[in-house]
């Protein structure tokens, strides 16, 4: 028995806020939207794809409280003008201590969950 590979990430999100969810990670973040199963529409959320079979669900969680710590880190191209992009949405973008071969920041979605950004150094 082994693992295969990570088939996706599920972050929460307070109910009736799939629009930001939609101009946050579709918007600004570039992922691509994809239709839920029909038996799970019902719940809310949404899901998103990304280059290199990249998946973010996001659930409805009652209840809910913002990962802060926990979080996906994406890997991405032109960190500069994703930061830029960010910043005139007006999304706060932090930096932490560097990683070796990496340029990094983090931001929030517009839920408070913790998203690291990864762009590789030549």
């Given at each position: 028995m082994r693992i295969l590979r990570l088939d996706h990430i599920q972050l929460a999100m307070p109910p009736g806020r799939e629009a930001e969810a939609?101009?946050?990670?579709?918007?600004?973040?570039?992922?691509?939207?994809?239709?839920?199963?029909?038996?799970?529409?019902?719940?809310?959320?949404?899901?998103?794809?990304g280059e290199a079979g990249l998946r973010l669900h996001l659930g409805v969680e009652r209840g809910f409280r913002p990962?802060?710590?926990?979080?996906?880190?994406?890997?991405?191209?032109d960190l500069a003008g994703l930061l830029a992009a960010l910043a005139a949405a007006g999304c706060e973008v932090l930096e932490d201590a560097p990683l070796e071969g990496f340029e990094r920041r983090f931001t929030s979605d517009p839920f408070g969950n913790r998203i690291e950004l990864l762009e590789p150094r030549p």
């Amino acid at each position: 028995m082994r693992i295969l590979r990570l088939d996706h990430i599920q972050l929460a999100m307070p109910p009736g806020r799939e629009a930001e969810a939609r101009r946050f990670y579709a918007g600004l973040l570039g992922l691509r939207e994809v239709a839920k199963p029909a038996a799970l529409a019902g719940r809310g959320g949404a899901w998103f794809e990304g280059e290199a079979g990249l998946r973010l669900h996001l659930g409805v969680e009652r209840g809910f409280r913002p990962a802060r710590k926990a979080h996906p880190a994406f890997l991405v191209e032109d960190l500069a003008g994703l930061l830029a992009a960010l910043a005139a949405a007006g999304c706060e973008v932090l930096e932490d201590a560097p990683l070796e071969g990496f340029e990094r920041r983090f931001t929030s979605d517009p839920f408070g969950n913790r998203i690291e950004l990864l762009e590789p150094r030549p």
